[in-house]
């Protein structure tokens, strides 16, 4: 699926100036004065200690900006299995939004009243299915992308298994 980046990099520092301000919306993202944050990571200070940088997520309707669930008993977003992050999916009025784990883009032409997360692995609107494919380095960071699966009808399409790396929490 074309994919739109929705970002702009705050900082290339370890913290924005008013990151003392941030709230914790969920495990990918911060919220401060109206704007969403993600972090990723900027390597190691001279202690040996993990730095981020944070990126503004350009949302266009923050006030109906949530995470997708995956439909059953999964989360989409789940921490990995060393503490890093899933990619997993947004919605607002307006768009569908899927964070890589390293970026933030709208995935263009989904429908955002109709979309659902039916899995770790797909995902689906009234018009398309959606696989994603995750990859994880050792330390549990992930990211992932996201294409249609062309042919596929949405109206018909079930998932049957998936492989899942069980979280050890």
């Not at 999964?74 to 899933?86: E, F, I, Q, R």
């Not at 955002?112 to 609107?125: E, I």
């Not at 042919?151 to 079930?158: K, L, M, S, Y």
């Amino acid at each position: 699926a074309p994919v739109i980046p929705t970002q702009t990099e705050e900082t290339a520092s370890t913290e924005p100036a008013h990151a003392q301000s941030f709230v914790s919306f969920d495990d990918n993202f911060f919220q401060s004065e109206g704007n969403f944050y993600f972090r990723v990571s900027a390597g190691v200070d001279e202690n040996g200690n993990q730095t981020y940088k944070y990126i503004k997520a350009n949302i266009a309707d923050a006030k109906t900006f949530h995470k997708v669930q995956v439909s059953g008993d999964l989360d989409s977003g789940k921490k990995g299995s060393a503490g890093g992050t899933m990619p997993a999916f947004y919605i607002d009025s307006k768009n569908v939004y899927f964070f890589s784990g390293t970026s933030m883009e709208i995935l263009q032409g989904a429908d955002p009243g109709s979309f659902q997360v039916l899995s770790p692995v797909y995902a689906k609107d009234d018009k398309n299915v959606y696989v994603i494919q995750t990859t994880c380095d050792a330390q549990g960071n992930c990211t992932g992308t996201v294409t249609v699966i062309p042919g596929a009808d949405p109206n018909t399409f079930e998932t049957f298994h998936d492989t899942v790396v069980p979280d050890p929490d």
